[in-house]
């Protein structure tokens, strides 16, 4: 997978993660989002879209073989290789902030 396409990724996320912010509610009220508005937060909605994006594929194609005929092929394989760009591309986020992390925990004091 190229840089390119890992920056999108992480551009993408920096996006949701500042549609975020910007629905967040007044001061007042920004202790309890805060905790929802991080990372973890923002990495566990990209993971459920991937994964919701293979469930989909998976209905797809389960429909395709059945003979449904409202599905043809072209859409059943769109789908699958969104999924799997999908996949691939939050396993490599996840490779890599894993790599930061080793990095991060070598460092001498």
Request: hydrophobic fraction near 35%.
């Given at each position: 997978m190229s840089d390119a396409t890992i920056s999108s990724i992480l551009s993408q996320i920096r996006n949701l993660?500042?549609?975020?912010?910007?629905l967040r509610p007044s001061a007042a009220e920004s202790a309890p989002v805060a905790a929802e508005s991080s990372f973890g937060a923002t990495f566990k909605k990209a993971?459920?879209?991937v994964n919701t994006q293979q469930q989909e594929s998976a209905t797809l194609a389960r429909g395709f073989e059945m003979g449904d005929p409202n599905?043809?092929?072209v859409r059943v394989m769109l789908a699958q290789q969104e999924a799997a760009v999908s996949f691939r591309a939050t396993v490599e986020v996840r490779n890599?902030?894993?790599?930061?992390?080793?990095d991060v925990m070598n460092m001498p004091l």
């Open positions: 993660q500042g549609q975020s912010t910007a993971l459920n879209q599905i043809d092929l890599r902030l894993v790599q930061a992390y080793q």
